[in-house]
């Protein structure tokens, strides 16, 4: 059975910095692409950053410089650490992980909200 587990939200203050981590369980973690995305009250859910098992890492134009994702593949486990958090970044944040065949899974989404 295929888990995706995130923690590490919360409530942050403009200008700092939170760390997000996804547990995965149930499939073979270093072959998928893992992702996160988030979705704000009334918006559509968005690409945050991408790490795929091989090639180049993605990341939406609203974060560059700021957010950084990584992965531990002997730990199952994917990170988004994020700096220089502002307002517009809070949101529920989830975790996907995508197979070579294009089937995706989702977590379960943990909320980070930045405010003073």
């Given at each position: 059975q295929v888990q995706l587990v995130e923690s590490g939200g919360g409530l942050v203050q403009p200008g700092g910095?939170?760390?997000?981590?996804?547990?995965?369980?149930?499939?073979?973690?270093?072959?998928?692409?893992?992702?996160?995305?988030?979705q704000a009250p009334g918006k559509e859910r968005e690409l945050v950053a991408r790490r795929p098992s091989i090639g180049a890492t993605t990341y939406a134009d609203f974060?560059?410089?700021?957010?950084?994702?990584?992965?531990?593949?002997?730990?199952?486990?994917?990170?988004?650490?994020?700096?220089?958090l502002k307002s517009e970044d809070t949101a529920v944040y989830y975790c996907q992980a995508m197979g070579r065949s294009g089937y995706r899974y989702w977590g379960q989404g943990t909320q980070v909200t930045v405010s003073s």
């Open positions: 910095s939170l760390r997000l981590s996804c547990a995965a369980s149930g499939f073979t973690f270093s072959t998928y692409a893992m992702s996160w995305y988030r974060v560059k410089g700021r957010f950084t994702i990584s992965r531990d593949n002997a730990k199952n486990t994917v990170y988004l650490q994020m700096n220089s």
